[in-house]
């Protein structure tokens, strides 16, 4: 039945017969369809070019003839007109919804944004966190070293078997410095493919697991912080007692000042979880983790770009500088990159 057919012979209070309704295609886009023009000619400029290629005028009329649009889509909708033309419509209104209402940012733009700008900001409003899980790792390396330099039958029950290596108590000085210390490079495939790759996937799991514990109240997050200092304070005992101090603090930290940074941000991103449950304040916890969850995030997101850097570096540059003063020196070089990084980057930068 049309909708002529439903309203003919009837009338209004008046006595009046109402007009028959006759509303096709065609006649629907009479006046509508140079507007839906406009509109997709703004859309394919900005998808083309990006939003910044409109001018002014572009951008004023933009939002108007989107709702515009919405306005035609549903009443297209309601009156069940042909099909072709929902879909049109039903399509431009979504890439109209895209250009005003989405992201003003590349993938690429973002992640720069994120690295100059947000990341370096994340880790200086953390900064009483970050002391926290620094203070936990270092209390959890100061129980490994002295529990192991006074009675090495700790080794075997504070460094896994994964992490050993086939290092423990039976090692002679010797085996440390042949088959560690200044072991040959492996090659370039098995360095920066193979091992490269197995540490950034082992350290991200640690460090995620480390972060998002901290919706414990943060005990889990600092208890594996101590657990990390525990396992790296055995290994320093390990070394002392066979004279190769210097040495092994040589061969670890190249890849060391970075991954251990990223250990302690994780930490610290938990950290500010766990903070924002057990101290809301004035806020609700829900409210609390909306207005900190963005730096746990950004801390978290950061330190996994960490584990990357220092994948690389420990899959083969730690290997390629065969003499711990070179070693030392670059570990002092990234030492100060990154604290000049987390200092000055981004700063006077708009939010």
């Not at 970050?130 to 959890?140: D, N, P, Q, V």
């Not at 924002?276 to 330190?303: D, K, M, Y």
């Amino acid at each position: 039945m049309s909708l002529a057919g439903t309203n003919e012979g009837r009338s209004h209070d008046l006595g009046e017969p109402l007009p028959a309704i006759v509303l096709r295609s065609s006649e629907f886009r009479r006046g509508r369809e140079q507007g839906w023009r406009d509109l997709e000619a703004l859309v394919a400029k900005a998808e083309k070019r990006g939003i910044g290629a409109l001018d002014v005028s572009e951008l004023q009329r933009l939002p108007q003839l989107y709702r515009a649009a919405l306005s035609s889509l549903s009443v297209a909708r309601s009156i069940a007109l042909d099909r072709n033309l929902l879909q049109y419509l039903d399509n431009l209104s979504l890439r109209a919804f895209l250009m005003v209402y989405g992201p003003r940012q590349s993938l690429l733009e973002g992640a720069r944004d994120f690295l100059t700008r947000g990341f370096p900001a994340a880790v200086r409003a953390a900064k009483v966190e970050i002391l926290l899980a620094f203070l936990a790792i270092l209390a959890g390396t100061l129980a490994g070293f002295f529990l192991t330099i006074g009675d090495e039958a700790w080794l075997a029950a504070l460094i896994p078997d994964s992490l050993g290596g086939g290092r423990g108590a039976h090692s002679t000085r010797q085996e440390l410095l042949d088959d560690e210390i200044f072991a040959p490079w492996p090659g370039f495939a098995r360095s920066f493919v193979v091992f490269a790759n197995f540490l950034f996937q082992h350290n991200t799991i640690i460090g995620i697991m480390t972060f998002g514990l901290g919706i414990a109240a943060g005990a889990p997050t600092v208890l594996l912080l101590a657990y990390q200092g525990l396992v790296f304070g055995a290994f320093i005992g390990l070394h002392y007692d066979r004279g190769l101090t210097l040495d092994f603090l040589g061969w670890v930290s190249i890849h060391g000042v970075t991954e251990f940074g990223a250990i302690i941000l994780c930490g610290a991103g938990g950290l500010v979880v766990a903070k924002s449950i057990l101290f809301p304040g004035r806020f609700s916890r829900v409210e609390n983790l909306a207005i900190n969850g963005q730096t746990a995030a950004r801390l978290a997101v950061g330190a996994v770009a960490m584990f990357f850097v220092a994948g690389l570096l420990e899959g083969g540059l730690r290997q390629l500088v065969a003499n711990t003063e070179g070693r030392l020196a670059i570990s002092a070089l990234t030492m100060i990159a990154w604290g000049c990084y987390f200092s000055f980057a981004g700063r006077g930068a708009r939010a």
